[in-house]
């Protein structure tokens, strides 16, 4: 089995297909989602700035990735997209920002990787798509499981400001967000 930390070499990238254009300057959506720390969170109540990294699903030691997971353009990198934003977590709240990562899966799921990974910010569930179909964001399909593609919002007092879409390579995601905030902040 291979490791989720390490990315393979041949990864492919997944393409622009324009299906975040419709992002910037879109409020959030007012919904309840349930947190790896016992809250719920209601994104578009937040204040100030505010970062919410959408990816399809993370790993779990000793269970098999589905079929193929490797070839899907933009599947593949969860584990280490949290892990880099896990480190650069102190630099991001000196900026002010809360940082938070969404996916489909539940939340006990993902309170597996939230305690395996050391992660300081909380994973939100979005199982039921609430905060996914009313902003319409894009998902794919795999093993009769429908999984958000990675995208990462930048918003502030509820408005989105800035999107990364799609994200590749995804364990340089936290870097590109960084960036984008100190020169903006």
């Known amino acids: 089995m291979q490791s989720l930390q390490a990315l393979p070499l041949d990864l492919p ?3 622009e297909d324009g299906a975040c254009h419709h992002l910037s300057g879109a409020a959030l959506p007012s919904c309840a989602l349930t947190s790896t720390q016992g ?5 578009a109540q937040v204040k100030g700035w505010l970062v919410v990294y959408c990816y399809p699903m993370t790993g779990q030691p000793n ?3 589905p ?9 593949r ?9 896990r480190d650069h977590y102190q630099e991001l709240t000196k900026l002010i920002t809360q940082v938070f990562g969404l996916s489909t899966q539940t939340t006990a799921y993902q309170q597996e990787a939230a305690g ?14 609430q905060f996914t179909d009313a902003l319409r964001l894009p998902t794919f399909e795999v093993n009769h499981m429908r999984l958000n593609k990675r ?8 408005v989105i400001q800035h999107y990364f879409y799609p994200v590749f390579p995804p364990d340089k995601n936290a870097d590109e967000v960084l960036a984008w905030l100190e020169q903006h902040v």
């Open 151 to 158: 995208v990462t919002l930048i918003a502030y007092d509820g």
């Open 77 to 85: 990198g969860c584990t280490p997209q949290s892990c880099s934003f």
């Open 63 to 65: 269970v098999a990735l």
């Open 67 to 75: 079929a193929g997971w490797d070839a899907i353009p933009g599947a």
């Open 39 to 43: 809250s719920v969170v209601d994104l």
């Open 13 to 15: 990238e997944p393409l």
């Open 116 to 129: 395996r990974l050391h992660l300081p910010f909380s994973l939100l569930s979005d199982a039921d798509f």
